[in-house]
């Protein structure tokens, strides 16, 4: 079993900048693919972010391209998701999500609970 705490979510200005982090409990974090993932008001949950424990990293390039960063601390069982030039549309609880299985968008097993982030125009 693995749990996820989410954290660093918060209320910022447009073009303003904030970092999530994501806490793992567990052994096997250096092994697992992590993502970050979110859901804003009235639409589905979207793929942000993943990377994997070799460090293959892939993004959402509709979303977030060239805004966001994904990157992982194995020695702190810690990935964070970078985000910079904040637009009012990514208002959204943004989920940490981890598995075993080298997957990218889809077939994560543990979620975090999800922090909030509101970004005003």
């Known amino acids: 079993q693995v749990q996820l705490v989410e954290s660093g979510g918060g209320l910022v200005q447009a073009g303003g900048s904030l970092r999530l982090s994501c806490a793992a409990s567990?052994?096997?974090?250096?092994?697992?693919?992590m993502g970050w993932f979110r859901q804003a008001p009235g639409k589905e949950r979207e793929f942000v972010a993943a990377?994997?424990?070799?460090?293959?990293?892939?993004y959402n390039e509709d979303s977030v391209k060239g805004r966001f960063t994904i990157s992982r601390d194995n020695a702190k069982n810690t990935v964070y998701l970078q985000m910079n030039s904040l637009k009012a549309e990514d208002t959204a609880v943004y989920y940490c999500a981890a598995t075993l299985r080298p997957v990218v968008s889809v077939g994560y097993d543990f979620w975090g609970q999800g922090t909030q982030v509101t970004v005003s125009s």
């Open positions: 567990g052994r096997s974090f250096s092994t697992m693919s």
């Open positions: 990377i994997r424990w070799t460090g293959f990293i892939t």
